[in-house]
């Protein structure tokens, strides 16, 4: 361990795409250095059949790896992770969430620090940009539109620290204790980070964005991939349905978690029929 150097925790949930994984595992590596950062690494390795496991072996020193049967998903890999790994190696300073697709910019752990500090803030939610251009927002941090969550607005960096109400959990850095406070829910694959930061902002804890991208992050499309005008109807209705999709379920919770039981139960079943619909209209 470096001399007076922080230590964080990394968190991951990995299935099946080992060269990118091992892509973001060089980037946060490359990003610690830079910042004087000591990396330990909780990752689920959800049911890989692809050399994942090797590459986490070979890659990541003070490595904990948790095994999942491959129906983990982001929600329940990332709380498996952060279960599996928090006793193994605490305490550390803070918590980092990586998606294992993120290639983190060498300035990125030390913006997110930097962030941090200035807006007084407990969790920082790293802006990722579309490609190495740095020029379109891919993931970060967002705003609510209005009092209930259900509709938000992105917030992509501006050279200052903006609050925000919640984020995508590509890339989040958090101090230590408030991993400690606040669980990871277990939904099945949506949800999960926007309800994790929703829970914080309640709780009384500041929330804000980094001032600059600190990751490239490619984003497919703005739209869910069940309204993807180049599938057939049983490939969008099969993404709707499918693990990936719209869990109702989840959806349910989620709605009625944060906009109370009345208005949560109609909201969700308002959306439900309305992206259903969606899905069956979808027009090439």
């Known amino acids: 361990m470096g001399n007076n150097s922080k230590t964080v925790m990394v968190l991951m949930t990995c299935h099946n795409r080992a060269e990118l994984t091992e892509v973001a595992i060089f980037s946060a590596k490359n990003s610690a250095k830079f910042a004087n950062i000591d990396l330990f690494w909780a990752v689920t390795n959800d049911g890989s059949s692809d050399d994942t496991p090797q590459v986490l072996i070979k890659n990541c020193e003070n490595l904990r790896i948790i095994e999942g049967d491959g129906n983990l998903y982001w929600s329940r890999g990332m709380r498996a992770a952060w279960d599996g790994g928090s006793g193994f190696f605490d305490p550390c300073d803070y918590?980092?969430?990586?998606?294992?697709?993120?290639?983190?910019?060498?300035?990125?752990?030390?913006?997110?620090?930097?962030?941090?500090?200035?807006?007084?803030?407990?969790?920082?939610?790293?802006?990722?940009?579309?490609?190495?251009?740095?020029?379109?927002?891919?993931?970060?941090?967002?705003?609510?539109?209005?009092?209930?969550?259900?509709?938000?607005?992105?917030?992509?960096?501006?050279?200052?620290?903006?609050?925000?109400?919640?984020?995508?959990?590509?890339?989040?850095?958090?101090?230590?204790?408030?991993?400690?406070?606040?669980?990871?829910?277990?939904?099945?694959?949506?949800?999960?980070?926007?309800?994790?930061?929703?829970?914080?902002?309640?709780?009384?804890?500041?929330?804000?964005?980094?001032?600059?991208?600190?990751?490239?992050?490619?984003?497919?499309?703005?739209?869910?991939?069940?309204?993807?005008?180049?599938?057939?109807?049983?490939?969008?209705?099969?993404?709707?349905?499918g693990k990936k999709g719209l869990n109702y379920r989840d959806l349910l919770n989620y709605n009625m978690t944060h906009c109370g039981f009345f208005t949560g139960f109609l909201l969700s079943n308002l959306t439900y029929v309305k992206s259903l619909a969606r899905v069956l209209v979808v027009k090439k």
């Not at 251009?133 to 539109?145: H, R, T």
């Not at 938000?152 to 620290?161: L, S, T």
């Not at 490619?218 to 180049?230: G, M, N, V």
Request: hydrophobic share 40%; proline share 3%.
């Open 95 to 241: 918590v980092l969430w990586l998606n294992d697709d993120v290639n983190l910019l060498e300035i990125g752990i030390q913006e997110m620090i930097e962030s941090m500090h200035i807006g007084d803030a407990s969790i920082v939610a790293g802006a990722c940009a579309q490609d190495d251009k740095l020029e379109i927002f891919s993931y970060g941090g967002f705003s609510l539109k209005g009092k209930r969550p259900t509709r938000f607005k992105q917030v992509p960096p501006d050279c200052a620290v903006q609050r925000i109400d919640s984020f995508n959990g590509n890339v989040v850095l958090m101090k230590w204790e408030v991993a400690q406070k606040i669980d990871i829910q277990q939904f099945s694959h949506m949800f999960g980070d926007i309800d994790f930061g929703l829970r914080a902002r309640r709780a009384g804890l500041n929330l804000v964005t980094t001032r600059a991208y600190v990751g490239v992050c490619y984003r497919d499309s703005p739209d869910f991939r069940w309204l993807a005008p180049e599938k057939n109807m049983h490939e969008r209705l099969s993404e709707f349905f």
